[in-house]
């Protein structure tokens, strides 16, 4: 069956059109913009007293019953991401980590959740070097050298404390009723089984429960069950997240990275001393708006909000999503905010990233000047807002598309932004105890140093937290919750935020329309445009005016939901199997 025509049947079989208490948000009659080609339209879902969207139905379907049962949102994000890693595995679980934004309505307060992984007290800043030269990526990806300490456990369980409502127990029901019982695979993961088939076959145990025993990916349908994730989530439900970082399965973890045909030096000791921390957001304001994400070591909201800085100095409510003009500034203000991004953010525990100073409205003025309307800049330089340029060299690290993404409001008025991931496709390809170990330790980069001396901020260090583009963001309008979004997509995230931010918040479309947008934007290299949707008409334009344009497959997963009086109206990314789902 064609991805299409499931995600077709299984929203029917979930009562996600205009039953269920559900109704389809009005179109914007003189605004259609569709996403690329191949993939089926999809309309504003609305709901009135709360709402979950994520790119998997099944956890979409287990946040639902959470919130139905009275659960907070946070409680709603902790069943979502628990499923997400048995039916969506290439893209995030336990053996990974992210970032939770959660607004809490009764004291009005936002925090951020940060359980990004850690490196082991043993990584040195030559860790992806040999003989003076970076590792090729894909011999550093695919080893026990790329893993972090996971901390996704120990993020949701302190995110459960503080915010959770229903027991801690009750949360891991869905997804222990799932491994146990089988789930049927779905043409996305069928799909990236067999992009990653003979990388995961080269791992045995990844190959003993993705493939089948003639070596190909299980066929679309196929029930897939997993009683070793089952037990782990049992313990884990039982004991709490210590049942994970200490004991057998901890000895696993490491046993597993260490017999690696690389093997990495994650121990004992890591798991164990590993700390979840809340942080305060990163804020910055675009067009009455209030915008809140996680901060360092993610470079993604303060990104998002350089670019937004940057784009407040143009008419962009006038110019609309086909405008050559509007792809021309989006695209300069994306170079601006990823040259910055390049030399200055990394974990702030590590590094002094110089946050407040680089989204100045007068730094961001500065930077807003350097767009010309008619001409693309080329190559961004960085700007030196803190007087740190000098001292800094450029990251190299390149982040491959992946993670999920979760956006929650719950019947009290919570919100839940939460962004999770395990790195590229399937993480390290390490399987243990039915999930994956991440790699995330390439999002550092790969250098350390530059000719110079100069060292980069984001260089491996023991117990340093790699810098992440994931952004997991919520928009307030007069102080309340108006808006709460995310992707996955690698250092894409950053654009593919934007751009939904820039359509609901310029364009007055709705949230689906908005996601589904066709994706652009620049990462300081070639202006990128989705390949196969309308924006490819803008490409002699765009060249003229002295772009280097590229069209790529631009994989966002979107899930965004708005926040309206009386009414919540959410959408799900098309080129994912999201759905948005509420009462």
């Known amino acids: 069956m064609h991805i299409r025509q499931w995600t077709a049947a299984l929203c029917a079989a979930l009562l996600c059109g205009p039953a269920a208490g559900q109704v389809a948000a009005p179109a914007h009659e003189n605004l259609n913009p569709e996403a690329a080609s191949g993939y089926q339209a999809k309309q504003a879902v609305s709901a009135r007293h709360f709402m979950v969207a ?17 659960g907070s949102a946070a409680d709603a ?46 990584a040195r800043p030559d860790r992806f070097m040999r003989d003076g030269k970076p590792l090729p990526f894909r011999q550093a990806v695919d080893s026990g050298l790329s893993v972090g300490t996971p901390g996704l456990l120990r993020g949701l369980e302190l995110a459960h404390r503080q915010q959770g409502r229903l027991p801690w127990r009750t949360l891991f029901q869905p997804a222990i009723e799932l491994a146990t019982q089988g789930f049927e695979v779905s043409p996305r993961l069928h799909a990236m089984v067999a992009e990653s088939r003979e990388a995961l076959a080269a791992q045995p145990a990844a190959a003993r429960y993705f493939l089948a025993p003639d070596g190909q990916p299980w066929p679309v349908g196929h029930v897939l069950k997993n009683p070793e994730y089952a037990e782990v989530l049992r313990r884990v439900a039982d004991k709490g997240a210590a049942a994970f970082y ?28 590993y700390k979840a921390r809340v942080r305060e957001p990163v804020c910055g304001d675009y067009r009455g708006y209030r915008l809140c994400g996680a901060p360092p070591p993610s470079s993604g909201p303060l990104a998002v909000l350089q670019m937004l800085g940057v784009l407040e100095h143009f008419p962009m409510d006038k110019l609309g999503p086909r405008s050559v003009q509007a792809a021309h500034y989006f695209a300069e203000a994306g170079r601006l905010a990823y040259a910055d991004r390049g030399f200055y953010v990394a974990d702030p ?83 243990v105890r039915g999930f994956l170990l991440n790699n995330e330790l390439t999002d550092f980069s790969l250098s350390f140093k530059d000719p110079e001396g100069r060292l980069v901020a984001n260089r491996v260090q023991g117990g340093k937290r790699p810098r992440s583009s994931m952004a997991p963001m919520i928009v307030f309008r007069d102080d309340q919750p108006y808006l709460a979004v995310g992707s996955p997509g690698g250092s894409a995230i950053i654009n593919y935020v934007a751009k939904t931010l820039v359509g609901v918040l310029d364009w007055n479309l709705d949230i689906q329309q908005a996601i589904s947008l066709p994706n652009l934007g620049s990462r300081n290299q070639a202006t990128e445009l989705e390949r196969g949707s309308s924006l490819q008409d803008l490409a002699p334009a765009l060249r003229g005016m002295g772009h280097e344009v590229k069209m790529v497959d631009f994989p966002s997963g979107l899930q965004g939901i708005v926040i309206r009086p009386g009414e919540l109206v959410g959408g799900a990314d098309p080129r994912r199997e999201g759905l948005a789902l509420g009462e």
């Open 54 to 70: 994520t790119a998997n139905p099944l956890a979409t379907q287990a946040g639902y019953r959470i919130l139905k049962a009275g």
């Open 77 to 122: 994000a902790i069943a979502v991401q628990l499923v997400l890693g048995l039916t969506e595995p290439q893209s995030s679980g336990i053996g990974g980590g992210g970032f939770m934004v959660h607004y809490a309505a009764g004291p009005r307060q936002v925090r951020v959740y940060d359980s990004r992984e850690t490196a082991p007290a043993a």
């Open 246 to 273: 200490h004991g057998d399965i901890a000895h696993d973890i490491v046993a597993a990275v260490r017999a690696h045909a690389t093997p990495g030096d994650l121990s004992v000791a890591d798991l164990a001393g």
């Open 349 to 431: 525990d590590f590094a002094r990233v110089p946050t407040q100073a680089m989204l100045a409205p007068a730094y961001l003025a500065r930077r807003a000047a350097l767009v010309r309307p008619d001409r693309s800049m080329g190559t961004a330089l960085p700007g030196d807002p803190a007087g740190l340029l000098a001292s800094r060299a450029r990251d190299d690290a390149l982040e491959l598309p992946s993670t999920t993404h979760v956006s929650v409001v719950d019947a009290q008025g919570n919100v839940v932004s939460m962004t999770n991931t395990i790195e590229s496709a399937f993480g390290s390809k390490i399987f």
